[in-house]
């Protein structure tokens, strides 16, 4: 088996990983997290194949995660979130419908997990409000102590969160 390492670390739960690539059969990318390393496994390695297995990473990454983080969170809710469905949307890191329908950007992963939950949270709020207004916010430090402080590590940091 080949293996390559990736000069450059990506971003993960706020922490960086170095990507250890390696060269292998089977025709469906796959990857596994040990320690600081993210092995990707690929059958061709190049820029292109890569580029799509790290998205992927991210993908399942957050799927998982938002998922956790919302049966956490939800119980303190009176109604339920209808669906959670992760996004490639870039104006935003999550939105609530009117039908209680979530949906969060992938790269929310890329976040410490107080982060996450702070967006979680902030969608989960908007079942009750939606909109912006003070009782909004006052229902937001209500479950997420200090949420300015994670509201600016994404402002600060959007910047780093990239593939």
């Not at 419908?97 to 969060?104: H, N, P, V």
């Not at 079942?127 to 009782?135: G, K």
């Not at 006052?138 to 590590?153: A, D």
Request: aromatic residues 12%.
């Amino acid at each position: 088996m080949n293996e390559y390492l990736l000069k450059e670390k990506i971003l993960y739960l706020g922490k960086y990983y170095r990507v250890e690539v390696s060269l292998v059969e089977d025709d469906e990318a796959y990857y596994e997290l040990s320690d600081n390393t993210i092995h990707i496994y690929l059958k061709e390695i190049n820029q292109i194949n890569l580029h799509k297995a790290i998205k992927k990473f991210y993908y399942k990454e957050c799927k998982t995660i938002v998922e956790s983080r919302v049966k956490i969170y939800q119980k303190e809710f009176k109604t339920k979130a209808k669906s959670i469905k992760i996004s490639d949307n870039n104006s935003n890191w999550g939105s609530c419908d009117s039908l209680y329908r979530l949906t969060f950007n992938w790269k929310l992963s890329m976040a410490p997990l107080d982060v996450i939950d702070y967006v979680v949270v902030h969608e989960l709020c908007h079942m009750v409000h939606l909109n912006h207004d003070r009782s909004f916010w006052r229902l937001v430090g209500k479950h997420i102590s200090r949420y300015e402080e994670k509201k600016e590590w994404l402002d600060i940091n959007t910047c780093r969160m990239v593939i």
